[in-house]
């Protein structure tokens, strides 16, 4: 019975943070490395995840890791897990 009430794992992504200038929300760039199906060479692609930064955090430059959440505004469906490394 235990396993039934057990919650699921929320997602976790690692990006870099591309703004901070709005008050307890950041935004997280994520970029992956897709095989182009006709040329087969990898390009880059990027997403922009807005997450919540309830301490405010977090600050350009820095590696952070953001956790998928319930929907807190139009488009925040992330929340700050924990900083990983800080820009100088």
């Known amino acids: 019975m235990s396993e039934a009430l057990e919650r699921k794992q929320s997602k976790c992504i690692v990006g ?3 703004s901070d200038s709005m008050d307890k929300t ?10 182009h199906p006709v040329v087969h060479k990898y390009i880059k692609k ?5 997450a919540h930064d309830e301490k ?10 953001i956790r998928q959440s319930r929907p807190l505004s139009k ?3 992330w929340s700050l897990s924990k900083v990983l490394e800080t820009q100088k």
């Open 16 to 18: 870099f943070v591309t």
């Open 26 to 35: 950041i935004v997280v760039t994520v970029t992956r490395s897709v095989k």
């Open 75 to 77: 488009m925040k469906r």
């Open 46 to 50: 990027s997403t922009r995840y807005f």
């Open 56 to 65: 405010n955090e977090a600050h350009v430059g820095d590696k952070v890791e």
